[in-house]
Every structure is written in structure tokens, then in C-alpha cells.
């Protein structure tokens, strides 16, 4: 028989990972993390891993000090003579970088799947990739959890009739369209045009929204210039009421401040990233943990994982 699992977290994934501990039953296991004065750092296992499989939890969020402790984890568990390491990174960073969109640019994703498998990760589970083809730039099994379980069964507490599911930009029309099909509900699309990243110069709306409760949908939401531009074009169109649900909470610069001043009922996020403030009242957070510990359990138990999809 197997034997029991071991979870370990990052720092700045601590909270996340000790309710993923907490529903999966089990504490997080012992480490250490020796700092220098320069400010490098070095993680050691405090209890004997030999033959064990691990789940070394963190989300690759900035800054890179993220990425290089769940690697140094990695690399250790592989020098300590783990048999499967299983690397849990609830937001994969560097997800947007995953094509050459411009001449002499590098492939961020790819890279950071380079560095995983070097590092001796044998498996891969995260939640809600930018774009699906990441998982191709692994080759070891990757378990690729959707946040739709979530936000789904958040949407049907709030009984809304009358729903329209909404994409803030061309490239999430797909993730829309899905969500719609599940819920047998129209769907509209933004067509947004950028003067540079992170700055949208021009949105347009494709579709009807009048008098409809509107749900925008995203993987994740950065400086939120998107989804308030978008939240507020379909107020002025008519919309009932404009709600958003994105996985990762990145929001840098002044997404907080824009988040408040929007036409935005509420936007739904998870806990893949710790939220900088607490005090924006139109945020709420659903735990992604209960789903990560399911999906776990059934990886250590070698069960399928296709029933935690629904979308």
C-alpha cells in the first residue's frame, strides 16, 4: 500500500496551502527556510521524504522569489530521494508570455515548464491556464483544474434570472461560450483594441444586454482595465447588472481603486493569489482549496479526476 502523501507550502502560499492541508486531512509537512544576508534563501525538508510522493504547493505570482523557492523545493525533494513530486501552482506566472507575439521575445511559459521538469517535478497541477497549450510544453502529466466548479455553484446561490454571459475580450470568447452552453444562456463579446499592454484604448460591444443580469468572465484580472471598461459599457447599454468572475486576482497598479469605482455588482475571484487588501467591499473570494484537495487525493489514489469537471 501507498504510503501517505506529504504537502508542503511556499511562504507566500502558506494560507492557501494549509485549507488545502486542512480539507485533503492532513497538516503540512516540516520545512525550513534558511536565510542568508544577501538575502538568498535555501529550503530544507525537516522530516524524511525517502520514497514518498509530495505535493509542493505555491502559486508563481510576483515577485520571482515565488517561482525560485517552489524550484529550490523541488530540487531538493529530488536530492532527498522523493519518488513522485508533484508540483501544485494554483497560478502558473509567466502564462500570458506562452507564443512569440513580437520579433526577439522569450516564451516565459515555456521556460518555466524548463525549469519545473529540470528541477525534478514529475507532475504538474494548476488551476485555469491563460492558454491551454501550456500543457503542452510540459512532458510529464499535467492536471489542468478549472475554476468553473467554483464559480458555478456560487452563481446558482444568487438564483439571477435572466443571465448573459459575457467575454471582456476575443481572446476569452471560448471560456464564455462554454460557461453559456452549461447554463443554456446567451453570450456577448467585447472587441477591445490596446494602444499598448495593459491599456486599452477602444471597446465595442458584439451582442444584446439589455435588461440582462451580466456575467463577465476572465482567467484572470491584472489592472482591471478591462473588465470595469467593460462592466461600465454594458451599464450604458442597458445591462440589469454587470457582475465578473476571474480566477487569479493579480491586481496590480490601481485595479482596487478601479474594481470600487465601477459599475461592478461584485467581482467573484479565488484565493490562488492572497489579496493585497481587504477592505474593497465589491471583492468576494470562493476557496479553490476543497477542489485542489479533491484533485490531489485522487492523483495519490491513482483515480480519475474527470468528475471535478463540469464545464
Given at each position: 500500500?501507498?504510503?501517505?502523501?506529504?504537502?508542503?507550502?511556499?511562504?507566500?502560499?502558506?494560507?492557501?496551502?494549509?485549507?488545502?492541508?486542512?480539507?485533503?486531512?492532513?497538516?503540512?509537512?516540516?520545512?525550513?527556510?534558511?536565510?542568508?544576508?544577501?538575502?538568498?534563501?535555501?529550503?530544507?525538508?525537516?522530516?524524511?521524504?525517502?520514497?514518498?510522493?509530495?505535493?509542493?504547493?505555491?502559486?508563481?505570482?510576483?515577485?520571482?522569489?515565488?517561482?525560485?523557492?517552489?524550484?529550490?523545493?523541488c530540487d531538493a525533494a529530488k536530492r532527498a530521494s522523493a519518488k513522485n513530486i508533484t508540483v501544485v501552482i494554483p497560478y502558473y506566472g509567466y502564462a500570458r508570455q506562452d507564443r512569440k507575439d513580437n520579433p526577439r521575445v522569450p516564451i516565459g511559459a515555456k521556460l518555466v515548464a524548463n525549469l519545473l521538469s529540470a528541477a525534478g517535478a514529475t507532475r504538474i497541477m494548476t488551476m485555469d491556464l491563460h492558454a491551454d497549450q501550456i500543457q503542452g510544453f510540459f512532458e510529464i502529466p499535467v492536471d489542468h483544474i478549472f475554476a468553473s466548479t467554483i464559480f458555478v455553484d456560487y452563481l446558482n446561490q444568487l438564483h439571477l434570472d435572466n443571465?448573459?454571459?459575457?467575454?471582456?475580450?476575443?481572446?476569452?470568447?471560448?471560456?464564455?461560450?462554454?460557461?453559456?452552453?452549461?447554463?443554456?444562456?446567451?453570450?456577448?463579446?467585447?472587441?477591445?483594441?490596446?494602444?499598448?499592454?495593459?491599456?486599452?484604448?477602444?471597446?465595442?460591444?458584439?451582442?444584446?444586454?439589455?435588461?440582462r443580469n451580466v456575467i463577465l468572465v476572465d482567467d484572470m484580472i491584472d489592472t482591471a482595465g478591462t473588465i470595469t471598461k467593460a462592466a461600465n459599457l454594458m451599464m450604458e447599454k442597458g445591462a440589469k447588472s454587470v457582475r465578473a468572475m476571474a480566477t487569479h486576482a493579480v491586481l496590480s497598479g490601481e485595479a482596487y481603486e478601479k474594481i470600487e469605482a465601477s459599475a461592478l455588482e461584485e467581482l467573484i475571484v479565488t484565493d490562488t493569489i492572497p489579496l493585497k487588501r481587504n477592505d474593497i467591499s465589491k471583492i468576494k473570494v470562493v476557496s479553490c482549496a476543497p477542489l485542489f484537495a479533491d484533485v490531489m487525493h485522487l492523483v495519490h489514489t491513482k483515480e480519475s479526476i474527470s468528475g471535478k469537471f463540469i464545464i
Open positions: 500500500m501507498d504510503q501517505p502523501a506529504l504537502l508542503f507550502s511556499t511562504r507566500q502560499s502558506k494560507v492557501l496551502a494549509e485549507k488545502i492541508a486542512a480539507h485533503y486531512g492532513q497538516p503540512l509537512g516540516k520545512i525550513k527556510f534558511r536565510e542568508f544576508s544577501d538575502g538568498e534563501y535555501q529550503p530544507s525538508f525537516e522530516q524524511s521524504i525517502r520514497g514518498a510522493r509530495v505535493f509542493l504547493i505555491g502559486s508563481t505570482f510576483t515577485p520571482d522569489i515565488n517561482l525560485m523557492e517552489i524550484l529550490l523545493m443571465i448573459t454571459m459575457a467575454s471582456p475580450d476575443m481572446g476569452g470568447a471560448k471560456r464564455a461560450n462554454a460557461y453559456a452552453k452549461y447554463l443554456q444562456t446567451d453570450i456577448v463579446i467585447c472587441y477591445k483594441e490596446r494602444k499598448e499592454a495593459n491599456l486599452v484604448e477602444r471597446m465595442m460591444l458584439i451582442g444584446e444586454v439589455k435588461d
